[in-house]
């Protein structure tokens, strides 16, 4: 009797376990931007849950959709930005990650709750959100510059060969739209053309296109101004006191980041537990303290940092909110245009 | 064993290496290059076009119209002047380094061929990003200049051509002083003491005895900078601040950012062409200076 007993438990275990490691596996394989997500959280993440997090990063929307759309990525979370994740879930790239029934989504904070590219949030989780404006440098400025894209496309001399542009082309694209007075996603040949002649006539001025090392470049003085986004901004300004952000009167980029599954995820449980994570006020607040950016959970203001607090660039003034323009999905007309744009500033 | 099938059998490990790592990728590209582009990236694998080929001369106007566009045309000359530059300057700095090896102990001989190596034990972009932290304003050069006293800081060079030219100069390097190094070793001494005794000076011994008896060496040394500096791709994006696009920039931003893969494909294939009309080009003349001898 105690013989077959230990018998059918041997063979039960033995059923058992491979589907047991199967629900298990261990590892969580992340695409996330450059310098967006601390290390030490990460580490907190593999202890508490046992998950190994491998973490890979990319520099913009475009070029990790090149990479997921290459196939065999094997990545189970990446993080667009809103109208990026709009198009992914058009192009049936996403899987529902079913953010409304994890524990944490009560503490997402109104409008993120039900943004405008996913109102159920049936496929995307928020990260961190912001702006892009012109940090530049006081101590090099010779008088106190205005609040215009002027001031980066039309340099005032001190700052002509000192400056840096996103190697973004919906970023550059975007900005130089608004101060030219155009519809972002605009498809009208002649307003590209005038926005070419306008990033041409930039040019000379320019010291660098790049979207990656930009904390680093604005606070070793390497550039003097930079087209920036004001996480980068804050961390820079930490190194370096002088360092000013402008919010361009004409209006700028307001964007939000999303924790999504893209199709071909083998780890998705893990993935969700991530989510979920992330959602959690005491992670969101720590997530923010590094990355300079706000976050979108409430109860994690109490664990910002005073200098994030305090910081303009990051909790945008009522008086500045009218200038922030929510980023949307442009018509791919636009897209052509502006790759068309892009291709001929660096021939 | 047949000959036949001693053949066959002899010649199958080298015809599948070459059909699975060459002829096959080769073939899929071509035929990328054909398809049309699908609407968000990829490409519609049952829609032919022969639109990417266009796209590299032509674009559509207002009127829709087929006008000329030498946007890529621009790039492409771009890259061949600044791969023609990056020869020439590794040819200036690769022959001197080859002629003093070579004339070298052996064992000395050794150790040199060893530390000329030695760069490709790390990672290509690691070195650019090191040349980076060097050339970049308040970087380890300036700070150098500084300390001696020297006149020029900050020189600001970084993000701009001279800093790709570094850039590449340095990386291929090696590609050139190893050809011109063997077959500079491989050369008779005798000759060169027969030069001497005939009275030649040492110009005229460089330039009549040694210099014509590692042509190939040079040959084979422009060859191994001059293609893959076509292509380049990092130096350019690092060090130049990605500010001038060049055709590895260019190709890399098909299949990156732009989503465009046939007419990336089309890009690497009209690139392609050009270094295999050109070798075929040096053959010729080879051959008939061969004949002519």
Not at chain 2, 221 to 235: K, R
Request: charged residues 20%; contains cysteine; proline residues 6%.
């Amino acid at each position: 009797m105690i013989r077959r007993l230990i018998l059918a438990a041997t063979t039960a275990l033995l059923l058992a376990a491979p589907a047991d490691v199967q629900a298990q596996s261990k590892e969580l394989l992340l695409f996330n931007w450059t310098n967006y997500m601390p290390p030490a959280l990460l580490k907190r993440f593999e202890a508490e849950t046992g998950i190994k997090v491998t973490l890979d990063t990319y520099d913009t929307n475009e070029s990790m959709l090149a990479k997921l759309q290459a196939g065999g990525s094997g990545y189970d979370l990446v993080v667009p930005t809103g109208p990026t994740v709009k198009q992914m879930i058009h192009d049936g790239l996403l899987l529902k990650s079913d953010v409304q029934s994890m524990p944490n989504y009560k503490n997402i904070r109104a409008p993120f709750d039900k943004p405008e590219f996913d109102p159920a949030r049936e496929y995307s989780a928020p990260y961190m959100w912001g702006t892009t404006g012109i940090a530049y440098d006081t101590a090099i400025a010779k008088e106190k510059l205005t609040d215009s894209w002027k001031e980066i496309f039309e340099p005032r001399p001190e700052f002509a060969g000192k400056l840096a542009m996103l190697s973004d082309m919906g970023e550059v694209f975007a900005a130089a739209a608004f101060y030219l007075g155009f519809d972002r996603c605009t498809d009208n040949p002649e307003q590209g053309q005038a926005i070419l002649e306008l990033l041409q006539r930039q040019k000379p001025a320019v010291k660098v296109y790049s979207a990656s090392g930009t904390v680093d470049r604005m606070a070793s003085g390497e550039v003097a101004m930079h087209q920036a986004w004001n996480g980068a901004f804050h961390r820079a300004q930490a190194k370096r006191a002088t360092l000013a952000y402008i919010y361009p009167r004409e209006g700028t980029n307001l964007w939000a980041d999303n924790f999504v599954i893209p199709k071909g995820a083998r780890n998705i449980d893990n993935a969700k537990l991530f989510i979920n994570f992330m959602l959690d006020p005491k992670n969101a607040g720590e997530a923010s303290n590094f990355t300079g950016y706000n976050n979108t959970i409430t109860g994690s203001e109490a664990l910002l940092t005073d200098a994030l607090k305090a910081d303009a660039a990051v909790n945008t003034p009522a008086n500045m909110m009218g200038r922030l323009n929510l980023s949307r999905e442009c018509p791919k007309t636009n897209l052509d245009l502006r790759e068309k744009v892009w291709t001929r500033l660096q021939r | 064993m047949k000959p036949a099938l001693r053949r066959a059998v002899l010649l199958g490990p080298a015809t599948l290496w070459i059909g699975l790592f060459l002829v096959l990728p080769l073939t899929l590209m071509a035929y990328v290059s054909t398809l049309e582009r699908g609407p968000s990236g990829g490409v519609l694998w049952d829609r032919h076009s022969a639109d990417a080929y266009l796209q590299f001369l032509f674009e559509r106007d207002l009127m829709d119209r087929l006008v000329l566009n030498t946007d890529y045309l621009h790039i492409f000359a771009r890259s061949i002047l600044l791969a023609g530059v990056t020869t020439l300057l590794t040819l200036a700095v690769g022959f001197p380094t080859a002629l003093w090896m070579a004339f070298q102990s052996e064992r000395l001989r050794l150790v040199l061929v060893f530390v000329v190596t030695v760069p490709f034990w790390t990672n290509i972009l690691v070195r650019n990003y090191a040349w980076m932290l060097i050339l970049r304003t308040g970087g380890t050069l300036d700070w150098l200049l500084t300390a001696l006293h020297l006149p020029g800081p900050p020189l600001e060079i970084l993000y701009t051509p001279w800093a790709t030219g570094i850039g590449l100069t340095y990386s291929f390097l090696p590609y050139m002083i190893l050809p011109i190094f063997v077959s500079l070793e491989k050369i008779d001494r005798r000759l060169i003491e027969a030069a001497y005794d005939l009275g030649a000076d040492r110009w005229r011994v460089l330039a009549r005895v040694i210099l014509p008896l590692t042509a190939p060496g040079l040959a084979g040394g422009a060859i191994l900078v001059f293609i893959p500096g076509l292509g380049a791709f990092i130096s350019p994006e690092l060090l130049g601040g990605a500010k001038s696009m060049m055709i590895g920039g260019l190709i890399q931003q098909q299949f990156g950012q732009s989503r465009n893969w046939p007419f990336g494909a089309a890009l690497a294939f009209v690139l392609l062409a050009m270094v295999l009309l050109a070798l075929w080009a040096h053959a010729l003349r080879y051959r008939r200076e061969r004949a002519d001898e």
